[in-house]
């Protein structure tokens, strides 16, 4: 009989089976991989962004995916206290752009590491490649969990703790929400979230801008009315299905929320590769170039501008020949060359799979679970923690903090 049974060896899991042994409780770990923390280990390239040096509300911004649900969390553990406790934990850790933590040593190993050595200084019990086919509910109570082959393993309390399921190779494959439901939970819609976004446009299929980068642009998802629902500023990347790079991940999920909120499958984008530029500010400018180099051909006075296929691409798009010199441009294409520098629009088709995202969306809705506790409001002695749970938000240490925090909570609740 153990006092807390943890489901699930990834960031939360690790953290919840740590905070819940603190004071010596008899605590097991379940993950059904062969080793833990697969997930912390491949996050931020294999350096591990554990979190962020950023305010609270600068975290819940960075978590669109009901963020404020955790502000009574943040009251017992938050980012501020993670950087504690690794640097506590002989991981010393060093920030970057945006208030990124990582390690010193550059090294994911260190963070799964220096957990680890915590779970066997808390004498927490580990059962890898082992598989809970359900939770044990006798007379409405969570007893303990069902493994394979019908081998009941009892407890006090449960987490669950299995991610979602994005990154599937690491052990992420649903089987919470399968727990959950058996318990009375209701599951918000699951969707790919931080995944390339892919598009049937003609200029996507013929592949011309194939593996062009374009850098510091503003990308928006557009509303019904052509206004943007959400714009992010970062470098984005034209492939052979779509777009991706960490603007268009950043944009991903608001075209999932879009298609559900105009109805149809077909969403419109807009690129701004002058975001810091007014319309007529960019109109001065080129105008000046044009001016200054009247007698050389377009695609030559224009050079550098931006990008030398894009720059192309959006020419032929308002009709100007490539070798027009300065004399000869209508007034007109030039007003829409510049135009589409400032908002060229495009149609995308939704996104990547959810087993090629790297956050899922959607998950035990947070309604049924208590903030301050991350206990189950239908079960007293079930919790849950990370991923699992409908809260999303941006790559960049945001999705851990939402894991380490919730865990150690969830955790803390179980002693």
């Known amino acids: 009989m153990y006092q ?62 009901n963020g404020k649900f955790l502000y009574s969390a943040f009251n017992t553990f938050d980012n501020y206290a993670i950087i504690e406790y690794f640097e506590n934990l002989g991981v010393a850790l060093k920030e970057e752009d945006h208030g990124r933590m990582f390690p010193v040593s550059n090294n994911a190993k260190d963070v799964v590491n220096a957990l680890k050595q915590q779970l066997i200084n808390n004498k927490v019990e580990v059962r890898t490649t082992t598989k809970v086919e359900s939770l044990i509910i006798e007379e409405d109570k969570i007893k303990g969990v069902m493994l394979s082959d019908n081998i009941p393993v009892y ?71 052509g206004k943007p629902r959400i714009t992010h500023q970062m470098d984005m990347l034209f492939t052979h299905f779509g777009i991706s790079g960490p603007a268009a991940l950043r944009c991903s999920q608001f075209i999932y929320h879009e298609q559900k909120s105009q109805k149809k499958q077909e969403i419109q984008m807009m690129i701004d590769v002058f975001p810091d530029m007014t319309i007529g500010q960019l109109t001065q400018h080129i105008e000046k170039i044009i001016n200054d180099n009247k007698d050389k051909a ?38 829409t060359f510049i135009a589409l520098l400032k908002g060229f629009a495009f149609t995308v088709n939704g996104t990547l799979s959810i087993d090629k995202a790297f956050v899922t969306g959607g998950g035990v809705t947070v309604k049924e679970i208590v903030p301050a506790t991350m206990q189950s409001k239908i079960h007293d002695n079930l919790y849950f923690c990370g991923e699992v749970l409908d809260i999303h938000g941006y790559t960049g240490g945001y999705n851990i903090t939402s894991a380490l925090v919730t865990g150690y909570v969830a955790g803390m609740s179980c002693r």
């Open 155 to 225: 407890s006090e309390k449960v987490i669950i703790a299995t991610g979602g399921k994005s990154v599937p190779h690491t052990g992420s494959t649903g089987d919470g929400y399968v727990f959950a439901q058996q318990a009375g939970h209701t599951i918000t819609e699951l969707f790919p979230t931080e995944v390339p976004i892919t598009s049937s446009e003609p200029f996507i299929k013929s592949k011309i801008l194939q593996g062009l980068s374009l850098q510091n642009v503003g990308l928006s998802v557009l509303r019904k009315n």
């Open 4 to 65: 807390t049974i943890v489901i699930g060896g990834g960031p939360s899991g690790l953290m919840a089976a740590i905070s819940a042994s603190e004071n010596n409780n008899k605590v097991l770990l379940i993950d059904k991989k062969d080793q833990l923390g697969r997930k912390l280990q491949i996050s931020g390239g294999g350096r591990c962004n554990v979190t962020n040096n950023v305010t609270h509300e600068e975290l819940i911004k960075h978590l669109p995916g």
């Open 298 to 335: 377009i695609k030559n006075s224009l050079k550098g501008l931006v990008q030398e296929r894009y720059l192309h691409f959006l020419l032929e798009r308002a009709e100007i020949n490539l070798e027009e010199n300065g004399h000869h441009i209508k007034k007109e294409s030039l007003k």
